[in-house]
Every structure is written in C-alpha cells, then in structure tokens.
C-alpha cells in the first residue's frame, strides 16, 4: 500500500590502490670540497600510504653520497629512516665542478616515475695556486752564485685561472 518501510544495512568495502611515492625536496648547497649531512630538507618524498621509502641516486657526477657508518664508499640508495636518522651524508670530489645527481623515489611498489635532477647551489672555494717543481729547473737546484733566467708562469697553476701574482725575497 505504499505505507511501509524497509530497512536494510549495506556493507561497502573500498579496496585502495597504492599510490606512487612523490619527491617532494631533490636539492643541496654545497662548497668545493666539502661533505654535507642529508636531511629531510635535502631529500624527502611523500606517501599517501606512508609507507617505507627508499630513495635511489644515479648519474651521480662530482662527489658521492655515503653512509656515515661506511664513509669512503659510494652508496647509490638510503631509506627515509637512512636519513632521519643523520646516516647519509654526500661528500663533493673537490673539484671546481658544480655536483649534480638524480632521486628516484620508492615505496618498494611503485616509484616516483622518472629520475629527477637535483637542484643543486654550489659555492667555490679560492685554492691557493700551486707551484710546480720540474726536476732539473728548480730554483733549489741552482747555487748561490750561479744566474738562471727562470720562467715562473710555467711552472705555476691556479685551479680558479686567477692572476697570479710573484714575489720573491
């Protein structure tokens, strides 16, 4: 008659898919030669599902990334824990050379797509230029009382180019 009521419970189960991680900060500020402690601010990814992460460098040109517990030898992946817990650290070879790299993101099911390049700052330090000793032409090579002409500008190097500038006493 129209009047009546049914009620009646429904049950909806919503599976979830697994979201891909997304790399939220792939930057460093560096000086020549230097080794800088990675951090969350450096390195980091988020999960709609938190899982682990694991974050893989390639193409890595200039230094190297290191665990601290292991320093000298390269390593190319650390977890999120790696770096909460100050054990990833990324030492630059030194060289005049602004380092640069690539993070991929992984939640060990889905990564966050192709390897993304670093932002990286990099900041030069003035090396003292270096004086080259060439055996047999060396001013200790020569006597009080002996005259040489010596050519000092081919025998000194300056990593930078600068000008370099002699004296002598």
Known sequence: DGTATVTQDIVVTVNGTNDAPVLANNTITIDEGATLAITADNISATDVESDALTFTVSDVI????????????????????????????????????????KTVASDATLN????????????????????????????????????????????VTDAENNTVSYSAS
Do not use: W
């Open 62 to 101: 200039g230094g190297q990334f290191e665990s601290t517990t292991d320093a000298g030898t390269a390593i190319t992946s650390f977890t999120a824990a790696n770096i909460a817990a100050s054990t990833v650290q990324f030492v630059h070879d030194g060289n005049e050379a602004a380092p640069s790299f």
């Open 112 to 155: 966050s797509g192709a390897a993304a390049s670093a932002t990286v700052a990099f900041t030069n330090v003035n090396d003292a230029p270096e004086f080259n000793v060439v055996s047999g032409t060396a001013l200790a090579d020569l006597s009080e009382t002996q005259e040489e002409v010596f050519d000092f500008s081919t025998h």
